[in-house]
Nanobody
Framework: QVQLVESGGGLVQAGGSLRLSCAAS????????MGWFRQAPGKEREFVAS????????YYADFVKGRFTISRDNAKNTVYLQMNSLQPEDTAVYYC???????????????WGQGTQVTVSS
């Protein structure tokens, strides 16, 4: 069983930055594929970024390439999402996800966090 707890969300002006954190429980954190999704009001949850289970590969949605960076610190059982050049359309609840094999873009994963709100004002 893996528990995921996100933090770092908040209110930021357009063009600003935030860093989200996802702290995971469990001794096998380093073997899990990890990722981030988001859900804006009235929209479906969408894939943002992920790590492969080995940590050797990263994947990004086209709309965040060059602005967001996913990273992980296995010693701290934590995965991060550095978000730069934020825009109002990035406003959403951001969710951390973990899977024993692969974080699928369709959201088929083993574990979800509770989400953290990111609001970008214009």
């Amino acid at each position: 069983q893996v528990q995921l707890v996100e933090s770092g969300g908040g209110l930021v002006q357009a063009g600003g930055s935030l860093r989200l954190s996802c702290a995971a429980s469990g001794r096998t954190f380093s073997t899990y594929a990890m990722g981030w999704f988001r859900q804006a009001p009235g929209k479906e949850r969408e894939f943002v970024a992920s790590f492969s289970w080995s940590g050797s590969s990263t994947y990004y949605a086209d709309f965040v390439k060059g602005r967001f960076t996913i990273s992980r610190d296995n010693a701290k059982n934590t995965v991060y999402l550095q978000m730069n050049s934020l825009q109002p359309e990035d406003t959403a609840v951001y969710y951390c996800a973990a899977d024993r094999l692969r974080v699928r873009a369709d959201g088929t994963v083993d574990y979800w966090g509770q989400g953290t709100q990111v609001t970008v004002s214009s």
